[in-house]
């Protein structure tokens, strides 16, 4: 079964518009991690995020937040006055606390900013 | 000073034939992984060592064997593929130990882009 869910397949916004990254996941460890990844058109994978599940605050980094919250199992990532480099697709990951950092990843959301 | 790197880069072949995808990383990790991304940009690890021993093996064909020679590089051979090998592997580099095994973060290689024809 899926562990990690992101609904949105794709989410297309304008230059400077604000996009909203829905992740839900699904564990019954009470240790595990959560990452955000970001695979641009050249194809690399790129880490941006790691939030271990106690510690709910939330993080910002730049244009970059992250909001967990284990009451939803969500960990939703924004981008704030998106760019035209923005465009990837990005990925949420759960890793469970006995896996070896096996990253269980969800389909994708695939982000596309026009200018 | 690349973090992770895989040889090729591309590799194109006929069904049947025997490939091996090499990675090497210099992040003086442990621990080292595998993953399949299909056409559908779909994720999903395959193997994991640490070490060199092999800590994790999912659901694999044992048409595909990974091999450690030392804690820096993880090389997969596959053998006598088949059109549904075609697919981008990742490998992939993190600190994770025995103590702490969720936590450290992957390091990814850019890929190898395996086409079977």
């Known amino acids: 079964a899926q562990k990690v869910t992101q609904a949105q397949t794709e989410i297309s916004v304008v230059e400077k518009e604000d996009v909203t990254l829905d992740c839900v996941y699904e564990?019954?460890?009470?240790?595990?991690?959560l990452f955000w990844y970001k695979q641009p058109p050249s194809g690399e994978l790129v880490f941006l995020i790691r939030?271990?599940?106690?510690?709910?605050q939330n993080e910002i980094s730049g244009r970059y937040s992250w909001n967990f919250q284990k009451s939803t199992s969500s960990f939703n990532f924004t981008i704030t006055a998106s760019q035209v480099v923005d465009s990837a697709v990005y990925f949420c990951?759960?890793?469970?606390?006995?896996?070896?950092?096996?990253?269980?990843f969800g389909a994708g959301t695939q982000v596309v900013v026009t200018p | 000073d690349t973090a992770v790197s895989q040889t090729p880069k591309y590799l194109v072949t006929q069904m049947g034939n025997d490939k091996s995808i090499k990675c090497e990383q210099n992040?003086?990790?442990?621990?080292m992984y595998w993953y399949k991304q299909d056409s559908k940009k779909f994720l999903k690890i395959m193997f994991s060592?640490?070490?060199?021993?092999?800590?994790i093996n999912e659901t694999v064909p044992n048409r595909f064997s990974p091999k450690s020679p030392d804690k820096a590089h993880l090389n997969l051979h596959i053998n006598s593929l088949e059109l549904g090998d075609s697919a981008v592997y990742f490998c992939?580099?993190?600190?994770?130990?025995?103590?702490?095994?969720?936590?450290?973060?992957?390091?990814f290689g850019p890929g190898t882009r395996l086409t079977v024809t």
């Open positions: 992939a580099s993190s600190p994770t130990t025995p103590s702490e095994q969720a936590s450290g973060e992957q390091y």
């Open positions: 564990t019954r460890d009470t240790t595990y991690y």
């Open positions: 939030r271990n599940s106690f510690d709910e």
């Open positions: 990951a759960l890793s469970e606390g006995v896996s070896w950092g096996k990253l269980q």
């Open positions: 992040l003086g990790h442990d621990t």
């Open positions: 060592y640490n070490n060199k021993e092999l800590i």
